[in-house]
């Protein structure tokens, strides 16, 4: 059972920050291990827990080197994570519930950071069409749960006609988290609580852009299929008008 990090914890990922070698990290590899691995783990498999029965959502703890998930991969991290989500090719442009342990604390929510262009396409054209299922889930976020709003955003403006929807139309991919850095919560079960809590608050937010992200491989998919069925359709036939035997004088 997790139990909460400690000091131990968070000096080792500073100190792999600035001393970003095996030299630093093979003689503290049993911190790493007692104090890092084991307690992630352990945090993992709970906050996976209520979801383990929902179709297609799977958890992964992340790994300190050669992390296939984050460049560059040959580097010690300074940052571990978990994600729970449901099963995609590339994680990071699918909807994600994330939980990450830095030198400064604990960060944990929602993130979709890198989806396609066109899922965000979808995704204002669905606001345009009715925002209020999507308001009614970021308002209680933000208002109940006290959980912050981000992600990048477009250099250039997306038009937007409707006032209220302009800072969604600007993001090329959105987060909504909270960061915990208090050492009593940090170094006991109440970290596990509140992300617990935090998962279970996002995840119809998850859900809603993971609807998005079905419809649109759904809509690649017959599209790939039209372009396949085109390449195996015999050509049309074309009735030419054969020419006169007769030579004309003109």
């Known amino acids: 059972m997790f ?5 131990e914890a968070l000096e080792f990922l500073l100190g ?5 070698n095996k030299d630093w990290f093979e003689p503290r590899k049993a911190v790493y291990t007692q104090k ?11 906050l996976y827990t209520p979801f383990a ?11 300190i080197y050669r992390d296939e998930n984050f ?15 449901y099963e995609a090719w590339y994680w990071n442009k699918t909807p994600t519930l994330y939980f990450e342990l830095s030198p400064e604390g604990a960060e944990f929510g929602f993130r979709i ?16 069409e009715d925002a209020e299922p999507f308001f009614n889930i970021i308002s209680e976020l933000v208002e109940k749960y006290g959980l912050t709003v981000g992600g990048d ?29 208090g050492l009593e919560e940090l170094f006991s079960r109440k970290i596990a609580e509140h992300a617990l809590e935090v998962f279970k608050a996002v995840q119809p937010l ?45």
């Open 3 to 7: 139990e909460g990090f400690s000091q």
């Open 16 to 20: 792999i920050r600035h001393n970003n």
């Open 36 to 46: 890092i691995c084991e307690p992630m783990k352990a945090l993992g498999e709970e």
């Open 53 to 63: 029965d929902t179709e297609g959502m799977i958890y992964k703890v992340g790994r």
């Open 71 to 85: 460049a560059p991969y040959l580097h010690y991290r300074d940052t571990m994570w978990i994600y729970v989500r």
């Open 113 to 128: 950071s890198k989806p396609e262009a066109a899922v965000m396409e979808r995704f204002r054209s669905g606001l345009l």
């Open 153 to 181: 955003e477009y250099k250039r403006k997306k038009p937007c006609p409707v006032p209220e929807l302009e800072p969604y139309f600007l993001k090329k991919g959105l987060s909504v988290y909270t960061k915990v850095s």
């Open 206 to 250: 998850n859900d809603y852009f993971h609807e998005i992200v079905e419809v649109e491989e759904m809509a690649k998919a017959i599209l790939r299929e039209e372009k396949e069925q085109q390449k195996t359709d015999p050509e049309p036939e074309i009735n030419m008008v054969k020419a006169p035997d007769v030579e004309f004088m003109w």
